[in-house]
Each structure stands twice: as C-alpha cells, then as structure tokens.
C-alpha cells in the first residue's frame, strides 16, 4: 500500500517542515517503499531508475535516526522549551562531531546535490554535511571536517585521499550508503569501495541504491550488507511512461544540421544533448553557439569550477542547451528538462535508459530523440532489445534517411557480396572459406 503523505511514513514533524518549505507531500514509489523498511533498522537493497527520488528515500530515514539518537545522547526534552530547543538546533553549534552517516557518489556533481538536499531536508535538525570531492580544495575541505561534521557526502578517491592524510576517521560511522552503485563498478571504483567499507564498524546500517542490479552489483551486495531487504521500483530496462522517445535516421555528415534543425523547435527551451566524445561535446557546442542558441560543454575535461557554472546556468536557464557525455549522464539533476537529445547512441543500451531519465522527471512529460546511423544500427538493436520496446521512428525531418531505416530490420548488409549459389557472403577481393 503507497503512503499518500509522508506523515503517513511516520518522519519526524522537523523534517516533514523541511518537506513542506520544498514543496514536497507526496513520496515516491521509492520513498513510500524503503523508508519504513529502513526506519525499521534494515539494510537496504533497493534499484530504481534515476529521477525517481533515490536520494530523499536513503538521506529521510538516516537524518531521522541520527536525530532521535543525538537527541537521546543530549538528554533532551528535561524542562526546555520546543522553542528554544529549535532555537538552539538552528544554530547548529560547533560542537565535537564525530562522521556518522557516510554516502559515497560516483560523481563529483552528484555528491554535491546530494549534499544540497540533505541541506534542505536538515534544515530545521542539527545535523550537518559536507561533501568531500576532488577538483575543488583539499585544504577546505580539512578546515570543514576540523570544524566537525555529521554526515559526508564523498566520492571514493577523495575519501582515500583524506583517510591516508588522517585527517577523517569512519570509526563512528552508523550509516554507510552507496548511491548509484552500479555506476561506481563501471567507473573501476569497486576495490576503493571495499576499502573504504573495511573502515566503517561492522555493527552499521547499509543502503545499497542502484539503477542496475547486476553479478558485480549483486557480489558488492553480499559482502557489504546484512540480511537486506530488497526494494525495486522500475525495472532498469524500462523507460519512463511520461517520455516520448523516438528514433531519427540520419547520416553521420547531416547530424549537426539536425540538431540545428530540432532546436528551432520552440518547445525545446531546456535542452541536454549526449556525445560519445568529450571533443565531440566540445565541437557541437562550438557550432551552436555560432548559430546563437546558447549552449555549453560539460565533461569530466573541464574543471570543476566550469562544470558547476555550466550546470548552474542551465538549471537557471541562462543557457538552453548543455552538451554532455555520460560520464554526466548520473550527475545531472536539473528540472525542467524538455528534451534530450542522443548524438550518438550509447554502447552500453542501460546508459540509455539513464540518458532519457534526465527528462520527464517528478510526473512531468518530456521528450527524448535519438539520431541513428549506418554504424549505429547495432546499438539500437541492443537498446530495443534491452527495454524491450521498439522505437517509434521520426521521420518528418529533412535528414530523414530512408536507406538507413531500411538498413535497421536487415541482418546482414545488402552491399555484402554473396556466393554464387545465393549463401554466405564472400568476403570483398577473395573467395569464401578458410585460407
């Protein structure tokens, strides 16, 4: 049964204030399904797509307990006042803090909005976080930590740096969290991910999120987790009802123009297009801005500073187009995307799913266009095959290749010679069979 308020899911009416300052009332399938089980005390294991609130479900829960547990340490509630003992939460003194909830991100963006929203929901606790990244200073982040902390939100080589340094101890850490957990496996995090958990007391509660479940995702699982319970809400291979996503076929020579083209569209008014390439997202960019629509670069190339001002001048829609590779496809969570565009289709047929999820976010619609060429055609088939759905085709544009789409529901190309008896191709300059 889903929780129509999260009143319902019995949280704290502190955070339930936070809540409703947000704007929000109604959890999530995801919220609605793991926050009870974790308030319970149990491990989670939970996958669920991006954009269908992972983070609230995991940070919710933690913030609470770790409240409830400050709360009984402080000894509380003797005589005080709520008043003033809101008055003093909100001051949230400088008190010795010792790390008790740990969430590791792949990304050093999503660390960062992950750190923005345990902020907005701690907003009336006295609990505070931190994010320990790379790309912005060391020396910083030291004074921060210095200054104590509750929560650090952290990406995995940062952590190690800062543990080799001594300057953090995860001794007193009671809630271990990895987000995007299938992302940090692909990204060749597992081993400093294991290192890190070997750190953290064994008596700790552990969230496991992922949008893919995995062998690799499944082994970290076992080895870090205690009699999890299980939560899955939106297979991985499933596309968002509220997406409309089709196919344009096109040659490689023509992509530029199209997406030129599509732009002039007037409902297009927040825009993130995919590249398989960092130069690609760089050129792309180049040639759109020539054409004065207002667009920028993003890759893990560009500093941190110019990858920050990039995303925050596209949430605020001073710029309308962000050109991106997938290494940010997860580290994007701006609102209000309309359309996203693949350049190049994915090799991976998941990091489709997790590009398209970038739009139609929080029960809104979007659009996801996908341009398909000769040497593309096998990915598509992946990606079908892996959502199980069959993209509808668009082909009321003035690159529409009629070749190509002929192309996508042939096995085998029809420029390949055959044999003389009708059978298997003969190789170009030679004649069939082994040499």
């Given at each position: 049964?889903?929780?129509?308020?999260?009143?319902?899911?019995?949280?704290?009416?502190?955070?339930?204030?936070?809540?409703?300052?947000?704007?929000?009332?109604?959890?999530?399938?995801?919220?609605?399904?793991?926050?009870?089980?974790?308030?319970?005390?149990?491990?989670?294991?939970?996958?669920?797509?991006?954009?269908?609130?992972?983070?609230?479900?995991?940070?919710?829960?933690?913030?609470?307990?770790?409240?409830?547990?400050?709360?009984?340490?402080?000894?509380?509630?003797?005589?005080?006042?709520?008043?003033?003992?809101?008055?003093?939460?909100?001051?949230?003194?400088?008190?010795?803090?010792?790390?008790?909830?740990?969430?590791?991100?792949?990304?050093?963006?999503?660390?960062?909005?992950?750190?923005?929203?345990?902020?907005?929901?701690?907003?009336?606790?006295?609990?505070?976080?931190?994010?320990?990244?790379?790309?912005l200073s060391l020396q910083r982040q030291i004074k921060q930590l210095q200054k104590g902390v509750d929560i650090v939100i952290a990406t995995p080589g940062r952590l190690l740096?800062?543990?080799?340094?001594?300057?953090?101890?995860?001794?007193?850490?009671?809630?271990?969290?990895?987000?995007?957990?299938?992302?940090?496996?692909?990204?060749?995090?597992?081993?400093?991910?294991?290192?890190?958990?070997?750190?953290?007391?064994?008596?700790?509660?552990?969230?496991?999120?992922?949008?893919?479940?995995?062998?690799?995702?499944?082994?970290?699982?076992?080895?870090?987790?205690?009699?999890?319970?299980?939560?899955?809400?939106?297979?991985?291979?499933?596309?968002?009802?509220?997406?409309?996503?089709?196919?344009?076929?096109?040659?490689?020579?023509?992509?530029?123009?199209?997406?030129?083209?599509?732009?002039?569209?007037?409902?297009?008014?927040?825009?993130?297009?995919?590249?398989?390439?960092?130069?690609?997202?760089?050129?792309?960019?180049?040639?759109?801005?020539?054409?004065?629509?207002?667009?920028?670069?993003?890759?893990?190339?560009?500093?941190?500073?110019?990858?920050?001002?990039?995303?925050?001048?596209?949430d605020e829609g001073k710029v309308r187009v962000l050109v991106a590779t997938d290494v940010m496809a997860r580290g994007i969570d701006v609102g209000g995307i309309t359309h996203v565009i693949n350049?190049?289709?994915?090799?991976?047929?998941?990091?489709?799913?997790?590009?398209?999820?970038?739009?139609?976010?929080?029960?809104?619609?979007?659009?996801?266009?996908?341009?398909?060429?000769?040497?593309?055609?096998?990915?598509?088939?992946?990606?079908?095959?892996?959502?199980?759905?069959?993209?509808?085709?668009?082909?009321?544009?003035?690159?529409?290749?009629?070749?190509?789409?002929?192309?996508?529901?042939?096995?085998?190309?029809?420029?390949?010679?055959?044999?003389?008896?009708?059978?298997?191709?003969?190789?170009?300059?030679?004649?069939?069979?082994?040499?």
């Amino acid at each position: 049964m889903t929780s129509t308020t999260f009143s319902d899911l019995h949280l704290d009416e502190r955070i339930l204030n936070a809540l409703e300052d947000a704007g929000y009332s109604t959890p999530t399938e995801i919220q609605a399904a793991a926050i009870p089980l974790a308030l319970e005390g149990k491990d989670l294991m939970a996958s669920a797509q991006t954009g269908t609130g992972k983070t609230a479900a995991f940070v919710l829960p933690m913030l609470q307990l770790l409240y409830q547990e400050s709360e009984k340490d402080s000894g509380k509630g003797n005589g005080s006042s709520e008043k003033d003992e809101d008055s003093k939460k909100k001051k949230k003194t400088r008190r010795a803090r010792k790390v008790r909830g740990l969430v590791l991100s792949p990304t050093r963006e999503l660390a960062q909005q992950i750190e923005e929203n345990v902020e907005q929901y701690a907003k009336y606790l006295p609990q505070n976080v931190v994010s320990l990244v790379g790309g912005l200073s060391l020396q910083r982040q030291i004074k921060q930590l210095q200054k104590g902390v509750d929560i650090v939100i952290a990406t995995p080589g940062r952590l190690l740096d800062l543990l080799q340094r001594k300057e953090i101890s995860l001794r007193d850490v009671d809630f271990f969290v990895l987000d995007e957990a299938d992302r940090m496996l692909d990204m060749g995090f597992v081993d400093d991910v294991r290192d890190i958990a070997r750190r953290v007391k064994k008596e700790r509660q552990t969230f496991l999120f992922s949008a893919t479940t995995s062998d690799a995702v499944e082994s970290l699982s076992r080895s870090l987790l205690t009699e999890p319970e299980r939560v899955a809400v939106h297979p991985p291979d499933t596309v968002g009802e509220n997406i409309d996503s089709r196919i344009l076929f096109v040659e490689r020579k023509d992509k530029r123009d199209l997406v030129a083209d599509l732009l002039s569209d007037e409902s297009a008014t927040r825009v993130l297009i995919f590249t398989a390439t960092k130069s690609d997202a760089n050129v792309l960019a180049a040639i759109l801005s020539r054409k004065e629509i207002d667009a920028l670069a993003i890759h893990s190339d560009k500093s941190q500073k110019d990858r920050q001002r990039a995303l925050q001048d596209f949430d605020e829609g001073k710029v309308r187009v962000l050109v991106a590779t997938d290494v940010m496809a997860r580290g994007i969570d701006v609102g209000g995307i309309t359309h996203v565009i693949n350049y190049d289709l994915p090799n991976d047929p998941e990091n489709f799913v997790h590009r398209i999820g970038r739009t139609a976010r929080a029960g809104t619609k979007g659009i996801a266009l996908s341009l398909c060429d000769l040497d593309e055609i096998k990915m598509l088939r992946s990606i079908e095959r892996f959502t199980k759905k069959t993209l509808a085709v668009d082909s009321d544009h003035p690159y529409h290749s009629p070749l190509i789409e002929t192309m996508k529901n042939q096995r085998q190309s029809p420029f390949a010679r055959r044999g003389r008896r009708g059978g298997r191709a003969t190789p170009r300059g030679g004649r069939g069979g082994r040499r």
